[in-house]
């Protein structure tokens, strides 16, 4: 049996890095992509089965090159996770368009410009594409102008990709991640935001970087033949509660924590 292969960006840490790890452990061959080419090197070191290849995926000539690298290593891609991304809080008067700019680039332009480059490859073998977005394109926030209008984007991308590729077989869904325990999360969140969106998820707890990779790969694996066009929120609940009322919900006799 030929080996399954798949293409994670944003792999140098994080979720990205989660879900090459989880990929590996099922037998998949995985071509690690991040633009900080140092840390994707030492985070692929030791990792049986990891292609590295650094690459700026809002730069289409990048792409371009590091796609043709992936297949003639590989000789085939199954999968493609785009989960590649940077974030910018700050008040909707004050992101200027230099900073919209910068984040649109990598956060949809990066999904479009690789989908593009892996559909190809991905009808050869009726693959699937993830493509992560985040809470934050389901609903609104403060200070993410940007970044969630990006992602709200993304979760749209996601729709389009599987209305036009379903009839080549190939399935596109979407992850919208809540509230994560990634170092940048620890790093810039106080104990009040922690504890404020603790208050606002039914589950009480930030996810982890393993969890939100079991579904990225689940999407990708054949036990998700019949899914696509889907976006899931992988969010421990907070999109389902809507505006929460954390003080309601404190009244619960059952509530925990």
């Known amino acids: 049996m030929t080996e399954k292969t798949a293409l994670v960006t944003g792999a140098a840490r994080g ?9 590996l452990k099922e037998g998949r061959r ?98 699937a594409i993830v493509n992560v977005a985040s809470i934050s394109g389901l609903r609104a926030s403060t200070l993410r102008v940007a970044y969630g209008t990006s992602k709200a984007a993304v979760i749209h991308l996601t729709r389009q990709q599987a209305a036009e590729l379903g009839d080549h077989g190939v399935r596109a869904n979407c992850v919208a991640p809540g509230p994560v325990d990634t170092k940048l999360a620890l790093a810039v969140h106080t104990p009040q935001i922690r504890a404020a969106y603790h208050d606002a998820i039914p ?38 509660t809507g505006v929460g009322l954390p003080a309601l919900r404190a009244l619960s006799p059952n509530r925990n924590g």
């Open 30 to 127: 995985v071509a690690m992509i991040d633009r900080d080419a140092e840390a994707l090197h030492q985070s692929a070191e030791g990792l049986e089965g990891a292609l590295p290849v650094a690459c700026d995926v809002s730069d289409p000539d990048q792409v371009a090159a590091m796609t043709r690298q992936v297949a003639g290593e590989f000789g085939r891609i199954d999968a493609l996770v785009n989960n590649a991304g940077v974030a910018d809080f700050r008040p909707l008067e004050e992101t200027d368009f230099a900073t919209w700019r910068q984040v649109m680039a990598t956060n949809l332009d990066g999904v479009f410009l690789m989908s593009q480059a892996a559909i190809p490859h991905l009808k050869t073998v009726r693959g």
């Open 203 to 240: 589950l009480n707890r930030y996810g982890q970087e393993a969890e939100i990779a079991e579904v990225i790969v689940f999407l990708c694996s054949d036990r998700a033949s019949y899914v696509t066009g889907q976006t899931i929120a992988s969010d421990g609940g907070f999109d389902a």
């Open 15 to 23: 979720i990205g890095l989660a879900t090459t790890q989880l990929f």
